[in-house]
């Protein structure tokens, strides 16, 4: 199964019950979510869906590029995009980008 968003609200508190739930059976999930900081930090996805496995991809350059007034989908690892048309937001809605930053998310 997997989901497209990174850590931050609703789903992915739901991701992280559903993960925490399928530890205790026959399963044994592995969460790859988007991430910021290190661990420790609580926007780092190690730390968000802990104890759940989890590979964290690191999005700290693209948000870094995004607050110096870059654009974090050009990122070797960009930014995931959003459902959600919202202003003043790093991740760009996924309908609003071009070839090279749709090949650069199927990528990461």
């Known amino acids: 199964m997997g989901f497209y968003f990174y850590p931050r609200g609703g789903s992915a508190q739901v991701a992280r019950y559903l993960a925490r739930a399928l530890d205790d059976g026959p399963w044994a999930p592995i969460v790859v979510a988007g991430s910021l900081g290190g661990p420790g930090e609580p926007s780092h996805a190690g730390q968000f869906f802990a104890p759940t496995r989890c590979v964290s991809?690191?999005?700290?350059p693209a948000h870094q590029r995004w607050a110096?007034?870059?654009?974090?989908?050009?990122?070797?690892?960009p930014?995931?995009?959003?459902f959600e048309d919202k202003p003043g937001v790093p991740d760009r809605v996924v309908l609003?980008?071009?070839?090279?930053?749709?090949k650069l998310q199927v990528a990461s």
């Open 57 to 60: 991809v690191d999005y700290t």
């Open 68 to 77: 110096q007034g870059g654009d974090p989908m050009a990122e070797l690892v």
């Open 79 to 82: 930014l995931h995009g959003s």
């Open 96 to 102: 609003d980008l071009d070839d090279a930053a749709y």
